[in-house]
């Protein structure tokens, strides 16, 4: 099965991995730290509750609790668009690396072949 990533060779995988999952720990305790001002009583888990609200009238008692600390939930929000591609890039360059792995190991049924 073709996949997005499939150009690219095993060792520049090998290579991009590593670097990338330790910019996707670090971007993720940056958000957390600046995510941490955004707790309140009406998003009590921070950006995660505004993300979550799922109306709109949640969602403006989130926005109107934080009136004082509007820019950084702003900078949030811009900052998690970049957390979005680096966390699934990541996570598709580990399941390419493990279907390799159960490839060459016969473990057919794990990738989707028969052995």
């Known amino acids: 099965m073709w996949h997005p990533l499939g150009y690219l060779p095993p060792h520049t995988i090998a290579l ?63 900052l998690d668009f970049v957390l979005i591609p680096l966390y699934s890039t990541t996570l598709a360059l580990l399941c390419i690396v493990a279907g390799h792995f159960f490839q060459r190991h016969n473990w057919g049924g794990l990738y989707g072949q028969n052995s």
């Open 16 to 78: 991009l991995l590593g670097p990338l999952m330790l910019f996707a720990i670090f971007w993720g305790m940056l958000l957390d730290h600046l995510g941490q001002s955004l707790k309140t009583a009406e998003a009590p888990r921070g950006i995660v509750s505004f993300e979550l609200a799922f109306t709109a009238a949640r969602s403006e008692a989130i926005v109107r609790s934080w009136d004082k600390i509007r820019k950084v939930a702003k900078n949030s929000l811009l």
